[in-house]
């Protein structure tokens, strides 16, 4: 498909930051050019986006799309019961077809508010489901099966032998990674350190450096957690996943919200990745991220929503406006601005996942992965400083229309892949059988 955009506010997210008035466009899946292009360009398709931003897709570096039929089932419960009492359970009884009802249902979230990639962690079992599911709908996304083999109350379903889980993830790896056009991937998902032994720990940090694969994983998101793992290890928990060689580039971790002095400094030596879910950290009460310091040590954070079951959206732009406003509470007004903020949910997003080279900016050669975002709606008016509009102005019902590898996946809220009726319909069907196996 050729793909030309016309008149737009063009957000590069380059290094340079640059903003461009003009055209974009994409042959092939691909960026090949940028600004006032003469002669036009041959498209297939033109869109006028006059008066509109264009910018590289939204990358969310930590969601849970098995969770998104778990909305509105959880709330009100700090972490650790929240997963004993519902999110546990709720994951058990999952099965193929419920798995898949719920990311697509994601999909069609994310895909319509502007979001092109994603860093997931699913549940234990099942995890081709959610490749089968996303394949058709064109999301870029990184998926974990999830690791578990420790935990008090954690059902039997989601408990499963180390070298069993290891093997599983690499068998997955070796299935999926690369497919659909190289727009998903394997990653390896340890849960958290309370819910793993020491020995999977080591195994995941072992497959990861031997084939070079991300691990994500959750760190020092509440207290309560650390206490236990500082309990059963002597250490806080960034430093004991340091201790058994998980800190690395190759490193995905959630939250960090009670990561000390210490481990922020080990953070930035080792170039671990923190993933930001400002969101969530509120709604389950868990704290607010030093964000502000560990950017300022040169540790790359990035931004997710999390799962539908603690924030109960995946909108991009609810989380951009918490992680600027957040901040400004923590440290007075314009301690991380609306600029950072944009980069943290693009091009941060990328070099979390090893993808910088291919998306998080527009650049001539660069993947096709962008959207185009109205600015002319009551609510945004007047809008000048486009990184205002995005981040304290708009929302995900302004996105006009999300394109991945050079393909329309959404537009105008509509999807090309699916009748968001019927997306919609699924799921609820789904839910209820859920709910039925999960007793609740």
């Known amino acids: 498909m050729s793909l030309l955009i016309k008149n737009a506010t063009i957000l590069t997210m380059n290094s340079a930051l640059d903003i461009v008035e003009g055209d974009l466009w994409i042959d092939g899946g691909r960026i090949r050019g940028i600004g006032h292009l003469s002669p036009a360009p041959p498209a297939l398709t033109v869109v006028d986006a006059a008066g509109a931003i264009v910018m ?3 990358i969310q570096t930590h969601v849970h799309l098995c969770q998104t039929l778990f909305r509105g089932l959880a709330d009100d419960l700090p972490l650790l019961p929240w997963l004993e009492r519902r999110i546990w359970p709720l994951e058990a009884a999952h099965d193929a077809e419920t798995l898949r009802a719920s990311a697509r249902l994601a999909a069609a979230e994310l895909l319509l508010g502007g979001t092109t990639t994603v860093l997931t962690m699913e549940t234990v079992h099942d995890t081709d489901a959610i490749f089968e599911a996303l394949v058709p709908t064109r999301l870029r996304a990184f998926v974990g099966k999830c690791l578990m083999n420790a935990g008090d109350g954690v059902p039997s379903r989601l408990l499963q032998p180390a070298r069993e889980a290891i093997d599983e993830s690499l068998a997955l ?3 999926w990674s690369g497919a659909a056009g190289g727009r998903v991937h394997a990653v390896i998902a340890p849960r958290f350190a309370i819910s793993c032994t020491r020995d999977l720990l080591e195994a995941a940090s072992a497959v990861s450096a031997a084939r070079q694969l991300r691990v ?3 760190a020092s998101e509440q207290r309560a957690e650390i206490a236990i793992v500082r309990a059963q290890t002597g250490l806080d928990n960034l430093a004991y996943l340091a201790s058994l060689g998980l800190a690395t580039e190759r490193l995905c971790a959630a939250h960090c919200v009670w990561a000390t002095d210490a481990e922020q400094a080990i953070l930035a030596e080792r170039s671990v990745n ?10 389950l009460g868990s704290g607010v991220a030093p964000v502000v310091e560990m950017r300022a040590r040169g540790i790359h954070v990035s931004i997710g929503a999390d799962g539908a079951a603690c924030n109960n959206t995946l909108d991009m732009f609810h989380e951009m406006r918490l992680a600027a406003t957040l901040q400004a509470m923590r440290l007075g007004p314009g301690a991380l601005p609306a600029r950072q903020i944009v980069e943290m949910a693009t091009r941060e997003g990328a070099v979390a996942l090893g993808i910088s080279h291919e998306v998080g900016s527009i650049e001539p050669g660069k993947k096709g992965d962008v959207i185009v975002v109205e600015r002319s709606d009551l609510h945004q008016v007047p809008g ?8 304290y102005a708009s929302r995900a019902s302004d996105v006009r229309l999300t394109v991945v590898d050079g393909q329309i996946v959404a537009r105008d809220g ?3 892949w699916a009748d968001r009726r019927d997306i919609g319909d699924e799921a609820r069907t789904a839910t209820k059988k859920l709910l039925t196996r999960a007793g609740f």
């Open 216 to 218: 994500h994983t959750h």
């Open 56 to 58: 590289p897709g939204f």
């Open 384 to 391: 000048r400083d486009p990184y205002s509009v995005l981040v």
């Open 414 to 416: 509509a999807l090309v």
């Open 274 to 283: 923190v993933l930001h879910c400002p969101g969530s950290n509120l709604k």
């Open 173 to 175: 790896h070796d299935r």
